[in-house]
């Protein structure tokens, strides 16, 4: 089975704080994202990784970077933490290659920013 | 740009009544991937289904079946003789071929609540 792992179930941070949320994969797949989820807003991309070092914005960047130094692991860091940023923040990863393959979710990370 | 659209928010029913969810989306794109995805309120997304645009055969496992319609752009869910352990909420997912990195345009979501 698939395993996708976040760092921290819960997180509690201050405005300006920065913040790194990690996210390891165990199948060896090629493509990993990072989505916020808001209420009636359903999931939002944040980032995209294809490779290794390799990262695309998603619909919504601002006031977020990543990183993938391994294939398994990568990484969302808020550089100055502020409230807005309070949320969900799901991570997932998928095959690659011609046609979509199903992506595998972690179990989140429930951000709050005060 | 792709779009996805899940008008009901909330949906309460009881216990083995039938359930719709109701999914449509835009896309510009020829060939195209859709998802539905379960959301427990443990929090972890589980992937149910994925359907290619050129496959409009309607699929049935156990209790759930989808309708796939390209003439409406449209991609229902239903649950049929609903259970107190299907309520989540769902989300309906669109994939187009072009995008890269396979991304994923996320409905709204549905919120099931199944009374006992």
Known sequence: DVKVTQSSRYLVKRTGEKVFLECVQDMDHENMFWYRQDPGLGLRLIYFSYDVKMKEKGDIPEGYSVSREKKERFSLILESASTNQTS??????????????????????????T | AQKVTQAQTEISVVEKEDVTLDCVYETRDTTYYLFWYKQPPSGELVFLIRRNSFDEQNEISGRYSWNFQKSTSSFNFTITASQVVDSAVYFCAL?????????????????VLVKP
């Not at chain 1, 011609?98 to 992506?103: H, N, T």
């Not at chain 1, 979710?105 to 951000?111: E, N, S, V």
């Not at chain 2, 994939?95 to 919120?111: D, M, P």
């Open chain 2, 95 to 111: 994939s187009e071929a072009k995008a890269a990195g396979n991304k994923l345009t996320f409905g709204g979501g549905t919120r």
């Open chain 1, 88 to 113: 969900m923040y799901l991570c997932a990863s998928s095959l690659s290659g011609r046609g979509a393959y199903e992506q595998y979710f972690g179990p989140g990370t429930r951000l709050t920013v």
